[in-house]
């Protein structure tokens, strides 16, 4: 830190300070770089030397701004002299919990690569798990599923990293296409916790310039412990959007650059000297402890890369100046930057500290200019860890890394972070260059030694050369040269005052040693290694090193003459034992309060901290608000929405009087860049949502209800909370540590912000100045079941020294200082006390009313606890009686405190007493008595003349660690003794025996008499007790001490019901409801000689629900009697009997008769009265009724089988059976989703509830219909459809609980974390049910005799049921196998039967779809449990169990939902959609009525009447026009059916026909779905006439295809090969083709030589024969995955063909010239010339021009080869699509062979082999091309034998001529 430069800190012009990156337009690449502060803002330069004005003005400045905000913020600081009340005695624990995390692999599309075999591999840490190998595409389609298991706490698994990559496969290695990484934080993140259906981005990144290397899409989901995985039905879509479903959060830009982070560390101070390995303690006993023992270096890990700097030897203050740069897209899918120091050792290296930054909190993800690049600092980061004093490597190693709260200071690190978007890929942007030319001096920047550590991958640095770094997300670490400015900090003195007022509840392990208590902030004040004067504790020179301290001027002087003992620990003293405990020690702090004081240097940024306190506060308002708004609606409505009102009032108020502060603040000299971005956030966001808040104050015109105010304020609230956290530390955080004989044993650390002061209120922290009650705990790891370690109430002050005449202005009144005797006069302002004497002492008597407590956790084998409570005050303490095994104690007693001496004023006490800590225990025969739950109270304080008033019983939240405990229904009251006449305080009431005396009359809750009714109906599925089965169950109800017995079930293996259903008792309850006691439900077990065992309890806490209403309004109760009485009377009563053995389908119009007669006796309603025309029909005589009925069902049947027959034309030659009905419903779903757009369809009835009639209409007009059928439009069929739920069908409908209640019977004990909620403690069921309401006066039971609660209840005897379990599909199993596979099969199990469907197991599959339907008789309630498991067949050892899940038929069968046999949504007589009840609608609806005793049904032409409402709908239908029309009311019943909810009198809605999806679980990984199954149940009464046989939901075969392509030519292929002799281009083409995943059946042409234009001829025909599923438009492979697999896997790929042009090379591998990939079901159409034929068919083919190969059967033309986006050739092919059966008629030959023989090509000379014509070659490639040189040269050769001939022979010639003559 040089002296020479003053700049202040924020004036550092340092590359990031103010820098502001922006992206420009395209056309330019490159950075521009903004420097706005170089730019403009003078005035800031004119502030340079605002510090002048020194602190004080500028607090005076500061109180001006603050009078406006100090009157809108009153109501948020009260004058208080103790913090807020907090219930909880520990904060919530880290804990372990189980994660899955399952990913499927769908497909990829547009990798980058030639004729690649692509194979997917996914790395979460150090697991690994790959996908198949698919050969030779770009697309390739794999639809695979990996599950991951992880343990550990949320904190670390969200810092694990998904990093999917996509390689291509070789023999030997794989080299990478691209790879993606996400954090699994972001992943959870997401709503549902999951990315569904999303293509992830591929990139290389050692390459990061090229852009996307492919897509991949996948499905991603994290889900804990019991979160629910949402089901989402997958969208088959072929034509996807890629681009608008990335995978990215939302929010986030499709279109994300590179960017480059910037991690600098500058420095660091405060590091603990001593290193921690054993070498360095040998080192240290020779030496001496004159070094720092630790060798530094910082290491940052940041989306699964790490950076490392070099180290610092034997420094505990080191200076790196390095900075390490991360490349990654921004915005990043990482979040968090973990920063480590570590300490490099001899033998290993250990962490010091682990600091985590969020992106998030440094960034902001908003459009425009409100949003900014994360950044941050320069600033300090603080370091927490293990205590400073452990010698070896403790048991606290792990604080350092990360896991758990640090329990010390362990210094603070200087760094920065910025980001850099490299908008030109990443060419050298300005920005690094100007980097680089700072760097240059440094050029002897080593790698670490020996080893070298930066390249954790071993990557050789030297190789790679600068620009080849550059453009890889490699990590560069390099040494950057500083800016003075940065190094000007400007130190400020903080003064940390605290005073101990209580020091109680001392564990006695603690021992009788002294004890002292230490205060530190930082390394000030810390006595093991505390700081040497001066700031940052550095000292005075470096040996070697020009670097000065930064010691101002006469500091030291000031520090020796102050006079002041600025000591950070309390005297020692010895604790006592506390009065009434023996466990808990005190210290004896009466009058005396012993004061600490801690001076210490930080730099001052305490705006930060200011800023954080205003939002705090404004977010606790809101919050308490809420609270008392909760509390008021149970009050009153309106006043609870005025309160509302005020509220957000306020809180509009207060931003804007935020905002109006914040703007006024003067330019902070010390503002990073990261600050002033804050500021702005705040003043953004509080806008934003004060006028969010306007809007729900101001709405006049449309009503908001409350709950939905309440939900917006806590959206508020959390978004304020976000807010608050400051991510830029200043102050560290205080701790308060007691120590016995200087060994460290118990901490509380406090955040520095919340004591920080400040002159202005709403900034100060909100314990500064306040007495607050610390529990001390231990460090590390805590045992389970820990208690206290110490209580301390202590009052602290931070705040800058120039501040210090505040200090003392919140104590308690009353005090003297006590200065310690060996002091010197001192001159400071303030001198700090030692101690604080108190000298007038009063006294109190504490009553402490201990009513009962509800909802404690079981801690003894019973699954019940026998607690007591300890209630402790200052140094008192008593303990309230045992109650034995129960849950909800009633203790009614009241503890008496006397004579307690409490010092100080006594107005001050009165308003701010003391706290009390109530501990519950349950107490154990043997052992010491175990902890179940504490919690903290504040005493309700009379003084001596004021008049008594008795306090009202509250509930205090008790906890125990983590774990609620239930609630303690107390109130506590501290009464002073009058000095005058000690005895003059309030009666008590005589105590019972044992001198426990009651809790007055006065203050217990006033009670009334309460009937309890009671239905008792059985009990389920118990498990064994003590090793043996339960035979003899009885249920025991008790609360309030009274209670009922059930009847004893004789023998619950033959029946587990109750013989007697109902039974009730009277209870006296409070009258008001919230404080009703808890109502216990016990089963015992009656075994051999009157002994009993307890099986397992329940404890309801809330008795609301079951409060029922008074008795029914006079008006309604006559009118229902009268009906049972006309209903006795009616002469017709008797003739449904008799009917029933008529033919069945008779019943309804007799019913229907009946009925009417019925009804208009009762309501002699005009518009009722039947119509005349239709009595007559009703009386006609019984043959004539049967003609009709008959020839009804003959007409209905034949209307039923001509609409079958035109959609079955409609959907050409695809059957309609039940699967046409199930992907018609899944398609419905996704549209009513939104997935797909909706085509205008009507929407499921369920929204159009009110136009019954309506609804009707549209669906009564079949004619019109059929006539849109014949016209063959092209639109799906309409079909009927199902409800398809995502759910199981129990939570659609409320767990068909609306007539009987389940309650699980627990056992055993919930008091550690393990078993809280574990499946082990559920020990049975019991079912039943409540209602609770006032006692009648006369003490009759209701209703003639009959409990209320039997209203409406079925009969208990056993029934008799036939059940079939349909059994669809599974999907997303857990893998069983060790190769990521399963072999599923089914086991249905119930009572005692079990079906195992082992011989049907699907091998190799983990989405199997069953298609399997059971049949199981069954008698309830005895078999009233069904278990759907899922096995995994194996062939060697036993079959492993997937997953299970269990469903309740009993409840099922008797609900009002009507849950037996799903409602159709259209009836028909057969076919698909037949009727699969064994009863009609109409029936049904009869027998609704009867039931529910509502008027009706009455039958009339067109109509349906039920009791007030009338349902119109088509009744008659005619068929053809000569046949007469017949009438049938099944289809309107139906209907009236599905509209049930409506009906008044009736209201709820009957189960539709559907199918659940129900999650699989395992025992062994509880709360975690392993899969889901969807399923139905059908249950019919064997007592009814019998259903007809089972649907038929057999999965659908696959239908044989056979795809004949014939390759007829091709064009412009590219030429590959270069002639030697003349360099003429030319390629052997050969066309390659196969069907993907069948690339075994892979076919070729023979090749066309030497073809020069890039034209070849073939007619040469492939012949692919594959397995199709027409309805799923998905092909069907099975075939072996390996050598060893020892059966076939199925599994189901799009149908798509390959065809590919290579270039034949006789002695070397061919050449990949070009690939066409074509969707059988949707490909682009054909070209009708060679020359019209261009790429823009294929990639800008839009859905229109699209066409299916098995609607079109035949197609020709041309289509082009692309190789890499390029255009290398055009084929001219025929596609011919057969079924298997017209295959096997007309067969066709392969290549050109019979039958149906193709001719031969005709090709050009040219096209032959060299290799096997070598004289064709020659003239083919010689004699065509030179031919004229040829023969010129042969013509020239004759010439030239002429010529030498002719001169050789010439002299001979010429001779003969000369000699002959």
């Known amino acids: 830190m040089e002296p020479s430069a003053v700049a202040p800190q924020a004036h550092r012009k340092g590359l990031f300070a103010g820098m502001k990156l922006k992206k420009k337009k395209k056309g330019e690449k490159g950075l521009t770089i903004a420097n706005k502060d170089a730019l403009g803002d003078h005035d800031e330069s004119t502030n340079l030397h605002h510090d002048a004005l020194g602190r004080q003005e500028e607090g005076e400045e500061d109180l001006m701004n603050s009078d406006a905000l100090s009157n809108v913020f009153g109501s948020l600081s009260p004058k208080r002299k103790r913090a807020k009340l907090v219930t909880r005695i520990h904060e919530e624990e880290v804990k372990s919990q189980n994660y899955q995390i399952a990913i499927t692999i769908i497909e990829a599309r547009q990798l980058v ?28 389609f794999y639809n695979e599923y990996f599950v991951f ?127 921690s390995s054993i070498m360095a303690n040998v080192t240290k006993a020779f030496i001496g402890d004159s070094k720092d023992l630790v060798d530094p270096y910082v290491v940052v890990m940041f989306a699964g890369q790490m950076g490392r700097t070099t180290v610092q030897k034997n420094c505990a203050d080191p200076v790196w100046h390095e900075q390490i740069i991360f490349k990654e897209m921004f915005p990043p899918l990482c979040r968090r930057v973990k920063i480590q120091v570590w300490d490099e050792g001899s033998v290993n290296d250990v962490a010091l500290a682990t600091h985590f930054i969020d992106l998030k909190k440094i960034s902001n993800e908003q459009d425009g200019d409100k949003g900014f690049l994360p950044t941050f600092g320069p600033a300090w980061i603080n370091l927490y860890g293990s205590p400073r004093n452990h ?75 600068p620009s080849d770094k550059m453009n890889s997300t490699e990590v560069e670490v390099e040494p950057f040269d500083v800016p003075l400015e940065i190094y000007e900090e400007k130190f400020e003195e903080f003064l940390l005052f605290g005073t101990f007022f209580e020091a109680t509840m001392i564990d006695r392990k603690v021992g009788d040693k002294p004890i002292t208590f230490e205060v530190s902030v930082g390394n000030f004040g810390n006595i093991t290694d505390g700081v040497s004067a001066g700031p940052g504790g550095k000292k005075k020179t ?71 306190n205003t939002l705090e506060k404004m977010a606790d308002h809101l919050e308490e608000s809420l609270e ?52 702005m956030l705040f003043k953004q966001e509080l806008e934003a949502m004060s006028s969010d808040a306007k809007g729900i104050v101001h709405q006049h015109k449309k009503k908001m209800p409350l709950d939905e105010m309440m939900r917006e304020t806590q959206s508020f609230i959390d978004k304020i909370r976000f807010l608050i956290d400051e991510p830029q530390n200043t102050v560290p955080d205080v701790f308060i540590w007691m120590l016995s004989s200087n060994k460290r044993v118990a901490y509380a650390r406090v955040p520095a912000k919340n004591i920080l002061y400040s002159p202005v209120k709403e900034q100060r922290g909100k314990d500064c100045g306040k007495i607050k009650t610390h529990f001390l705990k231990l460090p590390g790891k805590r045992p389970l079941g820990w208690t206290v370690q110490a209580k301390v109430d202590i009052y602290l002050w931070l705040g800058p020294a120039s501040y210090a005449h505040s200090i003392m202005e919140n104590l308690p009144v009353g005090y003297e200082t006590e200065l310690p005797s060996d002091t010197n006069s001192g001159q400071s302002v303030a001198p ?100 179940i739950g504490s919690t903290v109270a504040a005493p309700v304080v009379r003084l001596a003349d004021e008049n008594y008033e008795p306090p009202k019983l509250s509930y205090h939240p008790v906890h125990c660690g983590s774990l609620s405990g239930g609630d303690l229904l107390a109130t506590f009251e501290l009464l002073e003794i009058p000095q005058s006449d000690p005895d003059r305080l309030p009666p008590l009431d005589p105590p019972e025996a044992g001198q426990i005396y009651p809790v007055p009359a006065n203050i217990r809750p006033v009670l009334s008499k309460y009937r309890v009714e009671v239905l008792f109906w059985g009990v389920r599925e118990l498990k064994k007790v003590q090793l043996l089965s339960v035979d003899r169950p009885q249920v025991l109800i008790e609360c309030a001490g009274k209670g009922v017995k059930s009847s004893v079930i004789q023998s619950y293996k033959k029946n ?31 075994r051999a000689f009157g002994r009993s065992t307890l099986v397992g309890t329940h404890t309801i806490n809330c008795l609301k629900q079951f409060l029922c209403k008074t008795q029914l309004g006079p008006q309604a109760t006559p009118n229902r009697l009268d009906i049972i009485e006309i209903e006795i009377a009616s002469p017709e009563s008797s003739q449904p009997a008799e009917l029933s053995q008529e033919e069945p389908f008779l019943a309804d119009h007799v019913y229907a008769e009946v009925e009417q007669g019925k009804c208009t006796v009762v309501e002699p309603d005009p518009c009722l009265t039947i119509p005349p025309a239709s009595e007559p029909e009703h009386s006609a005589s019984e043959p004539g009724k049967d003609r009709k009925q008959k020839d009804m069902k003959k007409s209905i049947r034949r209307s039923t089988k001509r609409r079958k027959r035109t959609l079955a034309d409609e959907s050409a030659e695809n059957v309609i059976d039940w699967w046409s009905k199930y992907y018609a419903s899944v398609l419905k779903m996704q549209k009513a989703k939104g997935i797909f757009p909706s085509e205008g369809k009507p929407e499921d009835n369920k929204q159009a509830s009110d136009h019954i009639a309506l609804i009707i209409e549209e669906e009564s007009d079949k004619k019109k219909k059929d006539k849109m059928l014949k016209r063959k439009q092209k639109e799906t069929p309409n079909l009927a459809t199902l409800q398809i739920y995502e759910g199981d069908l129990e939570s659609e409908f409320n767990n068909f609980e609306d007539w009987v209640k389940t309650f699980q019977l627990l056992r055993g004990k919930s008091n550690d974390e393990v078993h809280a909620d574990s499946e082990d403690r559920i020990i049975g069921k019991f079912k039943g049910s409540f209602c609770i309401y006032p006692s009648p006066e006369d003490g009759s039971l209701l209703d003639g005799g009959q409990p209320r609660i039997l209203q409406g209840i079925p009969p208990n005897n056993s029934v008799k049921v036939l059940i079939r379990v349909y059994i669809v599909a599974a999907f997303n199993l857990s893998p069983a196998d060790p190769d990521g596979k399963s072999d599923p099969y089914i086991v249905l199990r119930l009572g005692n039967t079990e079906i195992k469907d082992r011989e049907n197991y699907i091998p190799k599959q983990l989405n199997p779809v069953f298609g399997r339907s059971f049949e199981i008789q069954a008698t309830f309630p005895k078999d009233s449990l069904l278990r759907v498991l899922i096995y995994d067949h194996d062939f060697v050892g036993t079959d492993d169990l997937i997953g299970e899940t269990k469903i309740d038929l009993e409840n099922r069968f008797y609900s009002r939902h009507r849950a037996t046999c799903g409602l159709q949504s259209q009836y028909e007589i057969e076919g698909y959609n037949a009727w699969r009840d064994a009863t009609k609608p109409s029936e049904i609806l009869t027998k609704l009525c009867k039931d529910y005793r509502i008027s009706g049904p009455f039958m009339r032409p067109g109509e349906i009447q039920v009791g007030t409402k009338v349902f119109k709908g088509q009744t008659v239908f005619t068929e053809d026009e000569n046949e007469e029309p017949v009438e049938s009311y099944e289809h309107l019943s139906l209907k009236v059916l599905r509209a049930w909810e409506e009906i008044p009198g009736a209201g709820y809605k009957l189960v539709p026909e559907h199918i659940e999806t129900r999650p699989l679980y395992h025992k062994d990984k509880p709360g975690m779905e392993q899969g889901r199954v969807q399923m139905w149940v059908d249950m019919f009464p064997k007592d009814m006439p019998l259903p007809g046989p089972p649907v038929d939901i057999s999965p659908r075969k696959p239908k044989g295809y056979e795809l004949r392509v014939i390759i007829w030519n091709t064009e412009d292929v590219i030429l590959e090969d270069e002639n030697i002799f003349t360099g003429q281009k030319s390629s052997d083409i050969y066309v390659k083709g196969w069907i993907k995943g069948l690339e075994e059946d892979k076919q070729e042409t023979d090749v066309h030589y030497n073809s020069l234009t890039g034209e070849g001829n073939f007619n040469w025909r492939f012949v692919f024969p594959f397995h199709y599923l027409p309805a799923e438009k998905q092909m069907v492979v099975s075939k072996r995955e390996n050598i060893f697999s020892l059966e076939k896997t199925e599994r189901k790929v799009p149908a798509e063909l390959v065809l590919q042009v290579w270039d034949f090379e006789r002695l070397s591998s061919d050449d990949f010239l070009g690939t066409l990939e074509l969707n059988l079901n949707g490909f682009p159409r054909a070209a009708k010339t060679a020359k019209s034929c261009d790429l823009g068919m294929v990639v800008a083919a839009s859905e229109e021009n699209k066409i299916s190969i098995f609607q079109q059967k035949r197609v020709r033309g041309w289509w082009p080869f692309i190789k890499a986006g390029e255009l290398t050739g055009k084929v001219e092919a025929e596609f011919h699509l057969v079924t298997a059966e017209e295959a096997e008629k007309n067969p066709v030959g392969k290549a050109r062979k019979e039958p149906e023989p193709l001719e031969k090509p005709n090709r050009p000379d040219t096209s032959f082999s060299w290799f096997v014509n070598p004289f064709k070659c020659l003239y083919h490639l010689i004699w065509r091309n030179y031919k004229k040189y040829i023969i010129i040269g042969i013509i020239l050769l004759v010439l030239v034998v002429f010529l030498v001939l002719f001169i050789y022979t010439l002299p001979g010639a010429i001779s003969h001529k000369i000699v002959v003559g």
Not at 115 to 127: A, W
Not at 1065 to 1084: A, D, G, K, Y
Request: charged letters at 25%.
């Open 832 to 931: 700090s006390p030692a101690c604080l004497l108190y000298k007038t002492p009063h006294l109190f008597q504490l009553r402490a009313h201990m009513y009962q407590a509800r909802g404690l956790i079981a801690a003894d084998n019973t699954g019940l606890s026998d607690p007591f409570a300890k209630v402790t005050f200052t140094s008192h303490c008593q303990t309230t009686k045992i109650i034995s095994q129960t849950l909800s104690p009633t203790w009614n007693q009241m503890l008496l405190f006397n004579s307690i001496v409490l010092h100080g004023d006594r107005e001050e006490i009165a308003q701010f007493p003391p706290e009390i800590v109530i501990e519950l225990y349950d107490d154990d025969a043997v052992g010491k008595a175990e902890y």
């Open 113 to 140: 690569g030639e004729n690649i075999d692509p194979v997917v591999v996914i790395e979460i840490g150090d697991e690994k798990k790959q996908t198949t190998v698919k050969e030779g595409t770009n697309a390739p």
């Open 149 to 275: 298991d992880f343990v550990g706490p949320q904190v670390f698994l969200f810092d694990k990293i998904i990093n999917i990559s996509v390689m291509h496969n070789k023999l030997i290695g794989s080299v990478l296409i691209g790879s993606f990484k996400v954090d699994l934080g972001t992943v959870y993140s997401q709503p549902g916790h999951q990315f569904c259906d999303k293509w992830a981005l591929l990139t290389d990144p050692a390459d990061i310039r090229t852009g996307a290397k492919g897509y991949l899409k996948c499905d991603i989901s994290v889900t804990g412990k019991g979160d629910a995985i949402q089901a989402t039905q997958k969208t088959a879509d072929a034509e996807e959007q890629i681009e608008k479903n990335l995978l990215i959060p939302k929010g986030f830009p499709s279109e994300r650059p590179w960017a480059r982070f910037y991690v600098r560390i500058y420095k660091a101070e405060g590091l603990p000297k001593m290193n």
């Open 542 to 612: 470096r040996d070697g090193e020009a670097e000065e301290n930064l010691l101002h001027e006469g500091e030291d002087e000031i520090f020796h003459d102050l006079g002041v003992p600025l000591i950070s620990t309390t005297p020692p003293e010895k604790p006592l034992i506390t009065g009434g405990n023996r466990n808990y020690q005190y210290l004896p702090y009466d009058e005396r309060k012993p004061c600490v004081c801690v001076k210490s240097y930080w730099g001052d940024q305490t705006f930060r901290l200011y800023s954080s």
């Open 391 to 465: 010698s070896l490597i403790g048991d606290y190693q792990e604080l350092n890394e990360g896991f758990g709260e640090g329990v010390s200071f362990r210094g603070r690190l200087f760094i920065e972070i910025a980001v850099e978007i490299l908008s030109g890929g990443a060419r050298e942007s300005k920005f690094s260059s100007i980097i680089k030319d700072i760097k240059l001096p440094s050029k002897d920047f080593k790698a670490p030694k020996g080893k070298d550590k930066t390249e954790k991958a071993g990557e050789d640095r030297k190789s790679a050369s």
């Open 1056 to 1086: 587990p019901n109750f013989s007697g259903l109902a039974d009730w008792f009277e209870v006296e309850l409070p009258e008001n409801e919230l404080l009703h006691p808890p109502l216990s439900i016990c089963v015992v077990d009656w």
């Open 628 to 679: 008392q708004v909760k509390d008021l609606i149970k009050v009153s409505e309106v006043a609870s929405e005025e309160k509302m009102r005020t509220t957000l009032n306020d809180f509009i108020n207060q931003s804007r009087a935020f905002i109006t502060a914040a703007e006024k603040k003067p330019k902070g000299l010390n503002y990073t860049a990261l600050d002033k971005k804050r500021l």
